[in-house]
Every structure is written in C-alpha cells, then in structure tokens.
C-alpha cells in the first residue's frame, strides 16, 4: 500500500516540500511507493516553489482511512493533522517543532525530532550519501523550504547548520541565496487576492494556553503596509473566524522581514492583556509593534501568558 507523506494543515513552503522530498526518497531510494499529500491549499510562497521547479502540486486529502500508512513531517500536533490521524498507520515523524503528545501509533515507529530551523533540513541529513542521487528540482524545494523557514537566516531558529545546508545546495544548483530568496518573499508577500478570513487561516497553528484556545497566525511579508491597510477588517473578521474553527482568540503577528520586527493586531482587551504579559508592552491602541520577533516557534508561543 502507498505510504502518504504529509505536513500540517495551513501548509507553508515547509509542508509542502517536505512531503515532495521524503515521497520521493521513499520511493525512489528505498523501493517503497510513497505520495507526498497535502491539508489544504499551499500558501503564495509554496506556490511559487512548486512552478519554479516544476514540481507537481500534491494532491490535498481532508481525512486519512483507517489503517492508512503514513509518514508525519513538519509537525507533530494531533490538531494540524487530520480526524483520523490516530485510526491511521502512522510508520515515521519528521519534525524540528516541540514534541506536543496526543498521537497514537498501531506499533513501534522512526521518530526524528532535531533543533533545526526546518525539517528539509533533517531530510538531508537521514537522506546522507543519497543526496547525490537526488534530482535539481527536488534539491530546489530543499533549499526553498530551509530558506523559507530561516527567513533567509533571520529567524532566530536557524542553526549553522541549516545554513551550511542551505549554501551547498544553493551553490550545487547554482543559485544565488540573497536574488532567489527575494523572489521568494516578493511571492510570499503577494496575498492582495485573499479575503480576510484566508488570510487569517494561511499561515497559522492552534494551540491552548492556561485553558484558552488561541488560533496564532503568522504572515510573513517584505510589504507589511499591504497587511496593515487592511487591519480593520481583518479585525472585524477575527470573531467569525474564532468561532468557525472552535478557538476564543485569533492573534495575527504580522512579521517584517526585513526590519525584522512584528506588529500583533489588537481587536479588543483580551488580546491586549496577553500582549502585555506576554511580551512586556504597552498594549493600549489596535496594534503593538514587537521589535525582533521573527519566530512563532521560539519567540511567540513560548511566551504566550494569559
């Protein structure tokens, strides 16, 4: 039976090239027929990947049958994953996120959780020796996931590693980091043909704090006044959108690449108190700007306080 490789829902570049990467080292390396599948439609920036190297788009999948082998990557939260995930047969996870609990497996399985800026960048390392075998368009998602996920080495997430990774492929595909990742930010930045609510649900997890439901999305952009004009509205949605997906609160952040800050969207005191306690601001009017925050994963969830 095929093995299903898949990401989070909401996927980013990471979710939608990861599963290509390790299908394809499944099923070519390996000699085991594998898929990679998606929980949604890919963001601007994944759409671009996949044109500019001519991968085929995975097909999106809303639920996972009974017994249905699979491969997890990029996460390993029960709540970005399918209904079923634990009625499937889950055989591998792939992850550089926190180890959440909650999933169940029908037996014992490969686990690879690794502090790196982005799961391509673990595929690289268990693919090994076979990197050399691997083709230029799938080394291209590789390298388009890693420069996505370190914001072309802004996070704070990203390792040496990540970067050495990055800079090998970059010069074996002959791309240059600093032209490729503009074209990359310009795509993730084009989001003027989303309603409000999509943009809400693009980029973003939930997750629960001191028994609050938190829906934390994250746009990245190097135009952030295209967002930004756009704050009452998104604002206006922010309360349909909560109640459509079971959370209490939306909290939008939304991050200037190249000023490298985040500016947190204030609709009412709720999410006013949590940007005080949170990150030690003054947090009065519609929106509060947090100087250096890049990161979901290590500067914004780690310090959500309610």
């Known amino acids: 039976m095929t093995i299903q490789v898949l990401g989070h829902k909401s996927p980013d570049t990471d979710s ?33 990947m996949l ?12 639920d996972l049958a009974d ?27 792939i992850d550089h996120h926190k180890l959440v609990g909650g999933l169940e497996t029908k037996g014992p399985i490969d686990i690879t959780i690794r502090p790196v800026a982005c799961t391509a960048t673990i595929m690289h390392d268990l693919i090994g020796d076979d990197m050399d075998k691997m083709p230029d368009n799938i080394k291209g998602a ?20 990540d970067k050495a990774v990055a800079e090998a492929l970059a010069a074996d595909l002959g791309i240059n980091v600093g032209e490729y990742a503009a074209e990359m930010f310009a795509a993730k930045s084009d989001v003027s043909s989303f309603s409000d609510a999509e943009l809400l649900r693009m980029d973003s997890k939930e997750y629960q704090i001191g028994g ?6 994250v746009l990245e952009t190097t135009a952030p006044d295209v967002v930004l004009d756009r704050q009452a509205s998104l604002m206006q949605t922010m309360p349909g959108v909560a109640a459509e997906d079971g959370v209490d609160q939306v909290l939008l952040f939304v991050v200037d690449i190249l000023n490298e800050e985040a500016t947190l969207l204030l609709p009412n005191d709720t ?8 990150f030690g601001v003054e947090a009065t009017g519609d929106a509060v700007v947090l100087p250096g925050v890049m990161s979901r994963k290590k500067q914004i969830i780690p310090n959500l306080k309610v």
Request: aromatic share 8%; glycine share 4%; with cysteine.
């Open 16 to 48: 939608t090239g990861s599963p290509i990467i390790w299908a394809w080292y499944l099923s070519e390396i390996k000699g085991t027929p594998a898929e990679p599948k998606l929980l949604g439609e890919p963001n601007t920036e994944a759409n671009f």
């Open 51 to 62: 044109v500019r190297w001519f991968l085929e788009k995975p097909a999106i999948i809303a």
């Open 67 to 93: 017994g249905a082998p699979c491969v997890i990557v990029d996460t390993n939260n029960p709540a970005e994953l399918p209904a079923n995930i634990n009625g499937a047969d889950v055989q591998a996870i």
């Open 142 to 161: 590789m390298l388009t996931c890693i420069l996505s996920d370190t914001l072309e080495y802004r996070s704070p997430t990203t390792t040496a590693h």
């Open 212 to 217: 609050t439901k938190f829906r934390i999305s």
């Open 271 to 278: 999410v006013r108190s949590v940007a005080s306690k949170s």
